[in-house]
């Protein structure tokens, strides 16, 4: 113990006196949260939209109107002919292309129907996705406002209808936030852990004074844990400051379930990825080694951790590294916790997958860290 | 006994002011060890004596350093035996890091902690306790001088200094042997001179010196010398006797004498 107090001593002192390094801790991390979030939205908005309207009528007007006072659309310019228009997507101008034409409100009150045409720039396939959704949504929300003028009321009341109604649940406004900040706190937690600690090890190994520990008396346990504890402990607390100061004061995400239970997670959670870090370090000479094989892992359990992209939709190989990646089951944990409000019951499953991943990447390094060579 | 008595004698004759007594401290039998092909110590057989000084010399690329891990434990023989301390270098590493110093070539304390927090810390997990921590710490900056620079950072000092401050911590714990790696490396004579005063403290209060070097003058310092060539030992003797021996005037002849026929370069 009393050793463990010692090497205690050295590492916070160490690494509170290391001007370099503490920003890195303590400060990018908080930057990053309130810059990523407002890139991993999924919503798009702003589309730019270029009109070609043949018609110039009443109906058309409504329709245009009604596209651009939506919210999503842009209206980059009108356009004479669909060929001016197309230019517009050429040059980057507009991203979609809506052609009403002549005989617009004509055939639509004589014969009932009338066709439109969407033109979209599918180069940036989810903005195009979406695009091409709301514009038929909006015209087809137009299409029954005009029918509704024309029915009489009474007329087809018993017409039989099939009306979809959605309620969204634990996230009722579908806020993008709610969903993204509490993942992205997870990486941020997830790269300080297990870059630090990796490169603080092979630091020592870097400087020589990794010899001059190994030629004490200092057990293989010890050194492990005089390394974990601080980075454990900080891990905590850029977690607390994340969750309590950023999430909840900038995003004004309040967890739902028990913060006891989201930290109990973190703590084993931190241990485990503390784990990959020291492993890193018991292969890696250089911090530029460990550094490259951190990233490697670190992009992975990003990408594949169902942060972005929701885990069902991957194939089957895909899914398979997902499931055996642990950033995956802590960002499923903290949504469940802070936005569902799931107990311990429902994160059994959970729970004993992250205190085998501890188990099993600690022993790891444990077992390959030597004092010898 | 008949090789201790010797010894004696030829200390003696070396100026050394050993006690009688003498007890093998570290004991090695044809210790090896092997890299692939390349056989870095070859089966080196030799003894040394507590509180003695001993010189363990050789060009670059001998195989001193490779020998002197092996015997604090940092790196496992391929083959062979030996004792240090009376431990077995297989089965009682543990034991042996307990009794041992060891400073390495490259400078290996703390550079981002203060003096007296690196002499805290390294006594600390030597198992020091809080009172002998405090008076073995104020001793060791009276010693060297450095009441002013206790509470800077050690990477604020000069290289001179580094050194004979990681000397200190080596033997702060009083063990039995302390490996010196080249210690003085890069310093101007002065400093050498003075390093060399510390090791003589040590050496009084019984600590046995393992020292490997290049400097010839610093050879002369030592009890015995021992030369390595190619990962053998080619000469074991005072540096008295070997210049005797060899029927030269100084250590550098003796060196050039012995590492002439070396094969390996650096």
Request: contains cysteine; hydrophobic residues 45%; proline residues 3%.
């Given at each position: 113990?009393?050793v463990?107090?010692?090497?205690l001593q050295?590492?916070f002192k160490?690494?509170?006196?290391n001007?370099?390094?503490?920003?890195l801790?303590?400060v990018?991390p908080?930057?990053q949260?309130?810059i990523?979030?407002l890139?991993?939205d999924?919503?798009?908005?702003n589309?730019?939209?270029?009109i070609?309207?043949?018609d110039?009528?009443s109906?058309?007007?409504?329709?245009i109107s009604?596209?651009?006072?939506?919210?999503?659309f842009?209206?980059?310019?009108?356009?004479?002919?669909f060929?001016?228009g197309?230019k517009?997507?050429?040059?980057?101008q507009?991203?979609?292309?809506l052609?009403?034409p002549?005989?617009?409100?004509?055939n639509?009150?004589?014969?009932?129907?009338?066709?439109?045409?969407?033109a979209?720039?599918?180069?940036?396939?989810?903005?195009a996705?979406?695009?091409?959704?709301?514009?038929?949504q909006i015209i087809s929300?137009y299409?029954?406002?005009i029918r509704?003028q024309?029915?009489?009321?009474?007329r087809?009341?018993?017409a039989?209808t099939?009306?979809v109604?959605?309620?969204?649940?634990?996230?009722?406004?579908?806020?993008?936030?709610y969903?993204m900040v509490p993942?992205?706190?997870?990486?941020l937690?997830?790269?300080v852990?297990?870059y630090?600690?990796?490169l603080?090890?092979?630091k020592e190994?870097?400087?020589?004074?990794i010899e001059?520990?190994?030629?004490?008396?200092?057990?293989?346990y010890q050194?492990?844990?005089?390394?974990?504890?601080p980075?454990?402990v900080i891990?905590?607390?850029?977690?607390t400051?994340?969750?309590?100061?950023?999430?909840?004061l900038v995003?004004?995400?309040?967890?739902?379930?028990?913060v006891l239970l989201?930290y109990g997670?973190?703590?084993?959670y931190l241990?485990a990825?503390l784990?990959l870090?020291?492993?890193?370090?018991?292969f890696a000479?250089?911090?530029?080694?460990?550094m490259?094989?951190a990233?490697?892992f670190?992009?992975?359990?990003?990408?594949?951790s169902?942060l972005?992209t929701p885990l069902d939709?991957?194939?089957?190989?895909?899914?398979?590294i997902?499931?055996?990646?642990p950033?995956?089951y802590f960002?499923?944990v903290v949504?469940m916790i802070i936005?569902k409000?799931?107990g311990f019951s429902?994160?059994?499953?959970h729970?004993?997958i992250?205190t085998?991943?501890?188990l099993?990447l600690n022993?790891l390094a444990?077992?390959?860290y030597?004092?010898?060579? | 006994m008949e090789?201790n008595?010797?010894n004696n004698?030829?200390l003696?004759?070396?100026g050394?002011?050993l006690s009688?007594e003498r007890?093998?401290?570290?004991k090695?039998?044809?210790?090896t060890k092997?890299?692939?092909?390349?056989i870095?110590?070859n089966?080196?057989?030799?003894e040394?004596y507590?509180g003695?000084?001993?010189?363990?010399l050789?060009?670059?690329?001998a195989?001193?350093?490779t020998a002197m891990?092996?015997?604090c434990?940092?790196?496992?023989?391929?083959?062979g035996?030996a004792?240090?301390?009376?431990f077995?270098i297989?089965?009682?590493?543990e034991?042996?890091k307990?009794?041992i110093g060891?400073?390495s070539?490259?400078?290996s304390?703390?550079?981002?902690?203060t003096?007296?927090e690196?002499?805290?810390?390294?006594?600390?997990?030597?198992g020091?306790?809080?009172?002998?921590?405090?008076?073995k710490?104020?001793?060791l900056i009276e010693?060297l001088?450095l009441q002013?620079?206790?509470n800077?950072l050690?990477?604020?000092?000069?290289?001179g200094?580094k050194?004979?401050?990681a000397f200190?911590v080596?033997?702060?714990?009083e063990p039995?042997i302390?490996f010196?790696?080249e210690?003085?490396?890069g310093?101007?004579?002065i400093?050498?001179r003075?390093?060399?005063d510390?090791i003589y403290?040590?050496?009084d209060k019984?600590i046995?010196?393992f020292?490997?070097?290049?400097y010839?003058?610093?050879?002369?310092?030592?009890?015995r010398?021992?030369m390595?060539?190619?990962?053998?030992?080619?000469?074991?003797?005072t540096p008295?006797d070997?210049?005797q021996?060899?029927a030269?005037?100084?250590?550098d002849?003796v060196?050039?004498?012995?590492?002439r026929g070396a094969?390996?370069?650096?």
């Amino acid at each position: 113990m009393r050793v463990l107090k010692f090497l205690l001593q050295k590492e916070f002192k160490q690494i509170f006196r290391n001007k370099g390094l503490l920003p890195l801790i303590f400060v990018v991390p908080f930057v990053q949260l309130l810059i990523l979030p407002l890139a991993a939205d999924y919503e798009v908005k702003n589309i730019n939209i270029s009109i070609v309207d043949q018609d110039h009528s009443s109906y058309s007007r409504h329709l245009i109107s009604k596209i651009t006072s939506s919210g999503y659309f842009k209206l980059a310019g009108y356009a004479p002919t669909f060929k001016e228009g197309f230019k517009q997507i050429e040059n980057g101008q507009a991203d979609l292309i809506l052609e009403i034409p002549t005989g617009f409100e004509r055939n639509l009150i004589r014969e009932n129907q009338q066709k439109l045409f969407i033109a979209v720039n599918a180069i940036n396939g989810v903005k195009a996705g979406l695009g091409g959704n709301y514009l038929s949504q909006i015209i087809s929300d137009y299409n029954n406002d005009i029918r509704l003028q024309w029915i009489q009321p009474g007329r087809f009341k018993d017409a039989p209808t099939i009306q979809v109604v959605s309620s969204n649940w634990f996230n009722p406004f579908m806020n993008y936030n709610y969903f993204m900040v509490p993942g992205i706190l997870v990486v941020l937690v997830t790269m300080v852990g297990s870059y630090m600690c990796a490169l603080n090890i092979v630091k020592e190994k870097e400087a020589g004074t990794i010899e001059q520990i190994n030629v004490t008396p200092i057990k293989k346990y010890q050194f492990v844990l005089g390394k974990l504890i601080p980075f454990w402990v900080i891990g905590m607390m850029v977690f607390t400051i994340g969750l309590f100061i950023v999430a909840r004061l900038v995003y004004g995400i309040v967890p739902v379930g028990s913060v006891l239970l989201l930290y109990g997670y973190l703590a084993i959670y931190l241990i485990a990825l503390l784990g990959l870090g020291l492993l890193i370090s018991t292969f890696a000479e250089t911090q530029q080694q460990a550094m490259s094989v951190a990233y490697f892992f670190i992009m992975i359990f990003m990408l594949m951790s169902g942060l972005f992209t929701p885990l069902d939709g991957m194939p089957q190989w895909a899914y398979v590294i997902a499931k055996i990646n642990p950033v995956t089951y802590f960002i499923d944990v903290v949504r469940m916790i802070i936005l569902k409000g799931s107990g311990f019951s429902d994160l059994v499953y959970h729970f004993t997958i992250m205190t085998g991943f501890a188990l099993l990447l600690n022993g790891l390094a444990i077992w390959n860290y030597r004092k010898t060579s | 006994m008949e090789l201790n008595k010797d010894n004696n004698k030829s200390l003696s004759n070396a100026g050394s002011q050993l006690s009688v007594e003498r007890e093998v401290v570290i004991k090695t039998d044809k210790l090896t060890k092997r890299f692939g092909d390349f056989i870095a110590t070859n089966q080196i057989t030799f003894e040394v004596y507590s509180g003695e000084i001993f010189g363990f010399l050789g060009a670059n690329g001998a195989g001193k350093t490779t020998a002197m891990k092996m015997l604090c434990g940092l790196s496992k023989p391929s083959s062979g035996n030996a004792t240090i301390a009376g431990f077995d270098i297989y089965r009682q590493t543990e034991q042996i890091k307990r009794h041992i110093g060891y400073m390495s070539q490259k400078f290996s304390l703390y550079e981002d902690l203060t003096i007296v927090e690196n002499i805290q810390f390294f006594g600390g997990i030597y198992g020091l306790s809080d009172q002998q921590l405090k008076t073995k710490s104020n001793e060791l900056i009276e010693t060297l001088g450095l009441q002013k620079e206790a509470n800077k950072l050690v990477n604020s000092l000069p290289l001179g200094w580094k050194q004979k401050l990681a000397f200190s911590v080596a033997v702060l714990h009083e063990p039995r042997i302390v490996f010196l790696d080249e210690p003085t490396g890069g310093v101007d004579p002065i400093t050498r001179r003075q390093f060399w005063d510390l090791i003589y403290q040590a050496a009084d209060k019984g600590i046995t010196i393992f020292v490997t070097t290049h400097y010839m003058d610093e050879a002369e310092y030592c009890n015995r010398i021992s030369m390595m060539v190619d990962g053998e030992i080619k000469a074991l003797d005072t540096p008295a006797d070997l210049k005797q021996k060899y029927a030269v005037s100084s250590m550098d002849e003796v060196f050039y004498e012995l590492a002439r026929g070396a094969k390996r370069n650096e």
